[in-house]
């Protein structure tokens, strides 16, 4: 044995070294090698001088442009805004009293208790009266601001009529989705005890995400018609941008927002399939390729950012503290106004009036926090859709038609507690800091001239 592993290495060995003699062999030889000619490139053209553009005076001659009487019932009509903000909450909150003092809302919690033996059904049942009695009662606040005075500011298109025919569609679509959702949520309250306003919360959540989805193809086209772009170069440069952006689409809608108003939009809406790029015929109708397609570069940064999934995420956090305030004051309310309401415990239906005054006055107090969420989100949207669109001029103009009803100028301290989208002046300002910046590209050049 010791003899054949004595060979046996031995040939190991000899054939090891045949192998690397013959690797060896067969090493290529070096390749020829030629001298590299090395020189500079041409010097880049000089930048221009910063006194041919200045950003600043470019944006006072665009806000200019917007004076008279048309800036004043743009600021009026925003104004009025904030007006309304606190009108809408205290208005609520008074309706919420109403149905308690007046037990109106123990009244429908008893017939539904009359109707049904089951917690869960009897919820449901007083869910939808309260629904209808909570929009009988805020009817004469929805004709004022959805009608009268949109039509008082020229901004709607739309007969009594065709509004109403709105309104209740809206009304419809509420009265579904609240019931389910609410009665989803008292199942939580009855299920989970303290901790229901975490599981409340995570319904709430749950609900935001499916209508993301499912509002683009199921919920939007019962208010407007939606129809295939017609082909041409606005729609092949739209879906241009959009492939070189990832964004999931083969087509562009148009929907006739017209007939409701002027006012010019765009949205890129939808997720898991339900992605869709969509255009009011005001945009089209009232604006050129270049705006048409700055408006389309911002609302394309809303899905290339995940600004649906951000958004979600800091209003839930929002939402969350709501829930908390909602459980800590209903508690506290109940113990002292319980009897005189007849509402029982925070299980019972009869106390929706309270959770619903609470979470307004919640969520007024935090406007300026809700608005600093959503305004930047647009301020980022804004910057992307200059760097993909590269419409500066085009996105200043779309800014301008804006201003037909939002205020273009206003102070810090309003823009920070108001405005959910940053200002005509800060948008236009961003603009033409961007372009100051590409003055030189070959596309800025060619581009429009900038008021000075």
């Known amino acids: 044995m010791r003899t054949i592993a004595s060979a046996a290495c031995a040939v190991f060995l000899l054939l090891t070294g045949f192998f690397m003699a013959s690797s060896a062999a067969a090493q290529p030889a070096p390749a020829p090698t030629a001298k590299v000619q090395v020189q500079p490139l041409n010097a880049i053209s000089a930048p221009l001088p910063a006194s041919q553009f200045d950003a600043e005076k470019a944006t006072d001659a665009y806000l200019a442009t917007i004076k008279g009487q048309a800036r004043k019932k743009s600021d009026a009509y925003f104004e009025g805004g904030y007006v309304l903000l606190l009108v809408d909450a205290l208005y609520t909150i008074v309706v919420a009293a109403l149905l308690l003092w007046l037990r109106i809302s123990a009244w429908m919690r008893n017939v539904a208790q009359g109707w049904t033996r089951s917690r869960f059904w009897q919820v449901a049942i007083y869910v939808v009266l309260f629904l209808i009695v909570f929009a009988i009662a805020e009817f004469p606040l929805a004709v004022y601001e959805g009608f009268i005075r949109e039509h008082t500011y020229g901004l709607s298109n739309m007969t009594f009529a065709q509004w109403l025919g709105d309104f209740l569609k809206g009304f419809g679509i509420q009265l579904v989705f609240g019931t389910i959702v609410l009665t989803l949520i008292y199942a939580a309250v009855r299920a989970a005890g303290r901790s229901w306003w975490i599981w409340g919360w995570l319904i709430t959540m749950v609900f935001f995400v499916i209508a993301a989805i499912i509002a683009p193809v199921f919920i939007s086209p019962i208010f407007n018609d939606y129809y295939p772009l ?86 839930g956090i929002v939402f969350l503290l709501a829930f908390a305030f909602v459980n ?28 619903i005054a609470l979470f307004t006055f919640f969520l007024l107090i935090a406007t300026p926090v ?83």
């Open 230 to 315: 017609k082909e041409g170069p606005v729609k092949a440069e739209i879906l241009s941008l959009a492939r070189s952006n990832g964004i999931p689409v083969h087509n562009v809608y148009e929907f006739n927002a017209s007939r409701q108003s002027k006012r010019i939009s765009a949205n890129v809406s939808g997720a898991f399939g339900t992605t869709r790029i969509s255009m009011t015929d005001n945009l089209l109708n009232r604006s050129s390729p270049r705006e048409v397609y700055a408006v389309l570069g911002h609302e394309m940064g809303h899905y290339v950012l995940s600004h649906n999934a951000i958004g979600i995420t800091w209003f």
């Open 328 to 355: 800590w004051g209903y508690r506290w309310l109940a113990a002292l106004f319980g009897g005189n309401w007849d509402v029982r415990d925070i299980a019972d239906p009869a106390g929706l009036p309270v959770a």
């Open 370 to 452: 809700t608005n600093t969420i959503t305004r930047t989100l647009e301020a980022q949207a804004d910057i992307f859709g200059l760097n993909t669109a590269r419409q500066p001029d085009g996105f200043a103009l779309a800014t301008l038609k804006l201003s037909e009803y939002r205020k273009l100028d206003p102070s810090p301290l309003e823009e920070f507690v108001f405005y959910d989208h940053p200002s005509g002046r800060s948008r236009i300002f961003m603009s033409m800091r961007w372009k100051a910046q590409h003055l030189n590209d070959p596309d800025i050049k060619a581009g429009p001239v900038s008021p000075q």
